[in-house]
C-alpha cells in the first residue's frame, strides 16, 4: 500500500476526478479529503497512480 498527499485536493470535485482518473486505469485506491491523500491499494501501481495523478494536475507526493 502506498499513500501520495496531493496539496491541490480541495473540494469533492477534485476527488471524483481522483477516482474517475484511477478507475480508469482499474487501480485499487481510496481518497480521503479532509487528509488530501490518496492511497494505492498494490504497491506496484504506484507509479502508474502517480502519473494519473500528475495528469490530472495534482502532484503527488509519497508519504
Known amino acids: 500500500m502506498k499513500k501520495f498527499r496531493c496539496e ?6 477534485c476527488v471524483a476526478r481522483i477516482n474517475k482518473g484511477l478507475e480508469a486505469e482499474n487501480i485499487g485506491h481510496s481518497v480521503d479529503l479532509d487528509t488530501k491523500t490518496v492511497t494505492v491499494n498494490e504497491d506496484g501501481e504506484a ?16 508519504i
Open 47 to 62: 507509479a502508474k497512480a502517480a502519473e494519473v495523478l500528475d495528469d490530472l494536475g495534482f502532484t503527488p507526493a509519497e
Open 8 to 13: 491541490e485536493m480541495m473540494c469533492a470535485n
